[in-house]
């Protein structure tokens, strides 16, 4: 969903530097295209993302879909398909409902065999469990309100092992739904140390990343 590209520059010849829309930009485009250190494993558990949600843990008095965002590379974001007011749950996800993966280590997190370059884009920190990692299952395509953007949602991590997903402000019918990573995803430090030294940005550190861009 997020991610960031090195580009490949001779010796001889610096990069002339990145605006803040091209190195926002950048940070969007796939991380599953840069060149990693070697993961051959498969799988063990079946990946949650790349699946169709699941209807039933969404609100389903109002109709949204995913579709390609408006950020250039981002992917697929979330779309108001009516009127939305604000103050709504959109969806509700928990381990008991089988709809949030919970992942406590890096050698738990391992041993699903799952490409943590893939998996980079999906992992976000609960704040009320900050030792581990959650996966939603499978994920909501929303993307980043940046600077130039407004969150219309946020994630509240209402209790431990339960995530739901609120509207912050009223959406018309079309509109692309933004949340703010840096308040809606905690940080989780064994998982961000082990991201990091494979050269990812994990979710919870890309406003970081965009913000100084912008101040640049």
Same mark, same amino acid.
Request: proline share 9%; hydrophobic share 35%; with cysteine.
């Given at each position: !969903?997020?991610? @960031?590209?090195?580009?490949?520059? @001779?010796?001889?010849?610096?990069?002339?530097?990145?605006?803040?829309?091209? +190195?926002? &930009?950048?940070?969007?485009?796939?991380?599953?295209?840069?060149?990693?250190?070697?993961?051959? $494993?498969?799988?063990?558990?079946?990946?949650?993302?790349?699946?169709?949600?699941?209807?039933?843990?969404?609100?389903?008095?109002?109709?949204?879909?995913?579709?390609?965002?408006?950020?250039?590379?981002? +992917?697929?974001?979330?779309?108001? $398909?009516?009127?939305?007011?604000?103050?709504?749950? !959109?969806?509700?996800?928990?381990?008991?409902?089988?709809?949030?993966?919970?992942?406590?280590?890096?050698?738990?997190? !391992?041993?699903?065999?799952?490409?943590? &370059?893939?998996?980079?884009?999906?992992?976000?920190?609960?704040?009320?469990?900050?030792?581990?990692?959650?996966?939603?299952?499978?994920?909501?395509?929303?993307?980043?309100? &940046?600077? @130039?953007?407004?969150?219309?949602?946020?994630?509240?991590?209402?209790?431990?092992?339960? !995530?739901?997903?609120?509207?912050?402000?009223?959406?018309?019918?079309?509109?692309?739904?933004?949340? &703010?990573?840096?308040?809606?995803?905690?940080?989780?430090?064994?998982?961000?140390?082990?991201?990091?030294?494979?050269?990812?940005?994990?979710?919870?550190?890309?406003?970081?990343?965009?913000?100084?861009?912008? @101040?640049?």
């Amino acid at each position: !969903m997020l991610t @960031s590209e090195a580009a490949k520059t @001779s010796q001889a010849e610096s990069p002339p530097p990145l605006s803040a829309s091209e +190195g926002r &930009d950048s940070v969007f485009k796939q991380q599953g295209t840069l060149k990693k250190l070697p993961f051959d $494993k498969e799988p063990v558990v079946p990946v949650p993302w790349g699946h169709q949600p699941d209807a039933s843990t969404f609100n389903p008095k109002y109709a949204t879909e995913f579709r390609e965002s408006q950020i250039p590379l981002a +992917g697929n974001g979330w779309y108001a $398909k009516e009127d939305i007011p604000a103050g709504v749950r !959109m969806r509700r996800i928990s381990i008991e409902a089988g709809s949030l993966i919970r992942i406590g280590s890096q050698e738990e997190f !391992m041993a699903t065999g799952w490409n943590p &370059d893939e998996a980079v884009n999906y992992g976000i920190g609960h704040w009320m469990d900050p030792a581990a990692i959650f996966f939603l299952k499978p994920g909501t395509a929303v993307n980043h309100a &940046d600077p @130039s953007r407004e969150a219309s949602v946020e994630y509240r991590h209402c209790e431990p092992g339960v !995530m739901e997903i609120w509207t912050v402000k009223d959406i018309k019918a079309g509109e692309e739904m933004y949340c &703010d990573y840096a308040r809606d995803y905690a940080p989780c430090a064994w998982y961000d140390k082990l991201q990091n030294e494979r050269g990812n940005i994990p979710l919870s550190q890309i406003p970081e990343y965009i913000n100084n861009l912008y @101040s640049e």
